[in-house]
T-cell receptor
Framework: NAGVTQTPKFRVLKTGQSMTLLCAQDMNHEYMYWYRQDPGMGLRLIHYSVGEGTTAKGEVPDGYNVSRLKKQNFLLGLESAAPSQTSVYFC????????????FGPGTRLTVL | KNQVEQSPQSLIILEGKNCTLQ??????????LRWYKQDTGRGPVSLTI?????NTKSNGRYTATLDADTKQSSLHITASQLSDSASYICVVSASGGYNKLIFGAGTRLAVHP
């Protein structure tokens, strides 16, 4: 099993450009999450999904959109990138919520110039 | 406000020595506390999960403790190895909903030969 994979690994954007980050998991997990990690701060939840076709806002959702058209995939979109969105983005998945372990992908390092 | 604070921010130890990392939290209602290990350039990997009723849990050379009364946790690493060099993140889950996690900023541990 590959676990949780993310593409791309690195990306540089100019302000105002758009892009989509792809997360895929092969563990048949119901829950999927997108986080961002900034220096000196804990991971912060952007959006999450509790099942195929569902999405919900997390702690820092502004400037991002998500879609979960297939159970195994969770897409994070930036419609008009801003320098404040320079960060490392992590996708995670879990079988259910509650006490269940979240499994993280390797991350995508995004720089917005 | 729900917060998780970790200390120290960074730590250097010699290979073979023991160390203890600290985590204080103000999260309510409390569900569980997790410790994750994050290698440089990778996503976090779960080490332990403890609920309110568990005050210690081990995973190999890693032992986590939880004092729910004082809202403190520690992660003790025994006989450190070079591969223990990583960031260690304390994560507290609040009850209810989708499994809301509050992440600490992490302790960066460097093990030197």
């Amino acid at each position: 099993n590959a676990g949780v994979t993310q593409t791309p690994k690195f990306r540089v954007l100019k302000t105002g450009q758009s892009m989509t980050l792809l997360c895929a998991q092969d563990m048949n997990h119901e829950y999927m999450y997108w986080y961002r990690q900034d220096p000196g701060m804990g991971l912060r939840l952007i959006h999450y999904s509790v099942g195929e076709g569902t999405t919900a806002k997390g702690e820092v959702p502004d400037g991002y959109n998500v879609s979960r058209l297939k159970k195994q995939n969770f897409l994070l979109g930036l419609e008009s990138a801003a320098p404040s969105q320079t960060s490392v983005y992590f996708c995670a998945s879990s079988y259910v919520g509650g006490r269940d372990t979240q499994y993280f992908g390797p991350g995508t390092r995004l720089t917005v110039l | 406000k729900n917060q998780v604070e970790q200390s120290p921010q960074s730590l250097i130890i010699l290979e073979g020595k023991n160390c203890t990392l600290q985590c204080n939290y103000t999260v309510s209602p409390f569900s569980n506390l997790r410790w994750y290990k994050q290698d440089t350039g990778r996503g976090p990997v779960s080490l332990t999960i403890m609920t309110f009723s568990e005050n210690t849990k081990s995973n190999g050379r890693y032992t986590a403790t939880l004092d729910a009364d004082t809202k403190q946790s520690s992660l003790h690493i025994t006989a450190s190895q070079l591969s223990d060099s990583a960031s260690y993140i304390c994560v507290v889950s609040a009850s209810g909903g989708y499994n809301k996690l509050i992440f600490g900023a992490g302790t960066r541990l460097a093990v030197h030969p």
